[in-house]
T-cell receptor
Framework: RKEVEQDPGPFNVPEGATVAFNCTYS??????FFWYRQDCRKEPKLLMS???SGNEDGRFTAQLNRASQYISLLIRDSKLSDSATYLC??????????FGAGTRLAVHP | ETGVTQTPRHLVMGMTNKKSLKCEQHLGHNAMYWYKQSAKKPLELMFVYSLEERVENNSVPSRFSPECPNSSHLFLHLHTLQPEDSALYLC????????????????FGEGSRLTVL
């Protein structure tokens, strides 16, 4: 079993749609959690951290459920520029980051 | 423009060749990483260096040999590779590893795409 599991997608949504991605992790000792974004043929970049209380950054909302070992990302009012692969990431500690395989999002006009 | 630069961007090599990938970070960070990204697979952590000292070797075959001469430079020496080693090799850096530096934020280079024939 992979340590971080994501639905690979692709999610094909129209502009303006709301889309949600889910992720589960298996190591209960994981310390912190993140979403990274990777554009086609580009390097991954940190999108946002994920906190137990939930956190929001503009159109993006992240949630963490430690009991269920479940992480989510909600994107509201999707833009064409949101098209990318979204990587769920857990930190085992000392910045040892374990990545999911990613969920691909394609936003169309 | 990325603060982490990798060269070469593309490399084709035969199984008997010896080549090296180079990474340089201009961010003043103390930790550097090598990750491997194969198609439709998660990024795989290969090596972690902190202040030029290797702190993680994630069961990587010995045909991959890292070198960190200083905190700004990281190399991956390649020797007798197999076709299944063809992948995108990503270098990353972070402020550090522990305490306030354990932020989960890695800064990646654009990668070196390796093809082994």
């Amino acid at each position: 079993r992979k340590e971080v599991e994501q639905d690979p997608g692709p999610f094909n949504v129209p502009e303006g749609a709301t889309v949600a991605f889910n992720c589960t992790y298996s190591n209960s000792a994981s310390q912190s959690f993140f979403w990274y974004r990777q554009d086609c043929r580009k390097e991954p970049k940190l999108l946002m951290s994920v906190y137990s209380s939930g956190n929001e950054d503009g159109r993006f909302t992240a949630q963490l459920n430690r009991a269920s070992q479940y992480i989510s990302l909600l994107i509201r009012d999707s833009k064409l520029s949101d098209s990318a692969t979204y990587l769920c990431v857990v930190n085992r500690g000392y910045n040892k980051l374990i990545f999911g395989a990613g969920t691909r999002l394609a936003v169309h006009p | 423009e990325t603060g982490v630069t990798q060269t070469p961007r593309h490399l084709v090599m035969g199984m008997t060749n010896k080549k090296s990938l180079k990474c340089e970070q201009h961010l003043g960070h103390n930790a550097m990483y090598w990750y491997k990204q194969s198609a439709k697979k998660p990024l795989e952590l290969m090596f972690v260096y902190s202040l030029e000292e290797r702190v993680e070797n994630n069961s990587v075959p010995s045909r991959f040999s890292p070198e960190c001469p200083n905190s700004s430079h990281l190399f991956l020496h390649l020797h007798t590779l197999q076709p299944e080693d063809s992948a995108l090799y990503l270098c990353a850096s972070s402020v550090g590893l522990a305490g306030d530096s354990n932020t989960g934020e890695l800064f990646f280079g654009e990668g070196s795409r390796l093809t082994v024939l």
